[in-house]
């Protein structure tokens, strides 16, 4: 079945520096790449989507990028706030298949 | 509008205990979703309703695991003889049946079994 390798575990970054968390997935037929951010004791939000036949998508401060060839796929936060803080996962699911098969997450902390 | 709503927000219960556990998706959303997330981790897969019918049940770690969607809306997931190890958050999602079948999530029932 699928795989997603998500790094790194934690990242930490000065407010309104960029952040990039990277993420491989193993299924070549995998075609629809959300991106959850999660704070604590809350829900999964879903914060951005990318789907297989796009390269790139951006909404406001966050951008995703895929690559297909090398099957991984990056979340992109520009000018980074203190809200911006929790855990980020990825996920990973394909055609025909709805399961998605998430990252092991992402701890983002903003220093004010 | 309303998102997806589950109770009971948390759930104890003695090992060896059944329990049942509720979620209600998005007025209109066909699709629904269970998901179990352990301390530190990623949600992962447990089933996957379309209507009333379980589509993929393959997330279900064994027989003592159970859901039902009797009227296409409102699921229930029945754990049987629970195990200390079934302690988890319990997530629901739903989505459209039409493309990009974005899944919204609910805040989770925690289990705690003891």
């Known amino acids: 079945g699928e795989n997603v390798e998500q790094h790194p575990s934690t990242l930490s970054v000065q407010e309104g520096d960029s952040a990039v968390i990277k993420c491989t997935y193993s299924?070549?037929?995998?075609?629809?790449f959300p991106w959850y951010k999660q704070e604590l004791g809350k829900r999964p939000q879903l914060i951005i989507d990318?789907?297989?036949?796009?390269g790139e998508k951006k909404d406001q401060r966050i951008a995703v990028t895929l690559n297909k060839t090398a099957k991984h796929f990056s979340l992109h936060i520009t000018e980074t706030q203190p809200e911006d803080s929790a855990v980020y996962f990825c996920?990973?699911?394909?055609?025909?298949?709805?399961?998605?098969?998430f990252g092991s997450g992402t701890r983002l902390q903003v220093q004010p | 509008g309303a998102g997806v709503s589950q109770t009971p927000s948390n759930k104890v219960t003695e090992k060896g205990k059944y329990v049942e556990l509720r979620c209600d998706p998005i007025?209109?959303?066909?699709?629904l979703y269970w998901y179990r997330q352990s301390l530190g981790q990623g949600p992962e897969f447990l089933i996957y309703?379309?209507?009333?019918?379980?589509?993929?049940d393959s997330g279900l770690p064994n027989d003592r695991f159970f859901a039902v969607r009797p009227e296409g809306s409102v699921s229930t997931l029945k754990i049987q003889r629970t195990e200390r190890g079934d302690s988890a958050v319990y997530l629901c999602?739903?989505?459209?049946?039409?493309?990009?079948?974005?899944?919204?999530f609910g805040p989770g029932t925690r289990l705690t079994v003891t």
């Open positions: 999602a739903s989505s459209t049946d039409r493309g990009p079948y974005e899944q919204y």
């Open positions: 996920a990973a699911s394909k055609e025909g298949r709805r399961a998605l098969t």
């Open positions: 990318i789907r297989s036949n796009v």
């Open positions: 007025s209109g959303h066909t699709a």
């Open positions: 299924d070549s037929a995998s075609n629809y």
């Open positions: 309703f379309q209507g009333t019918g379980a589509a993929d």
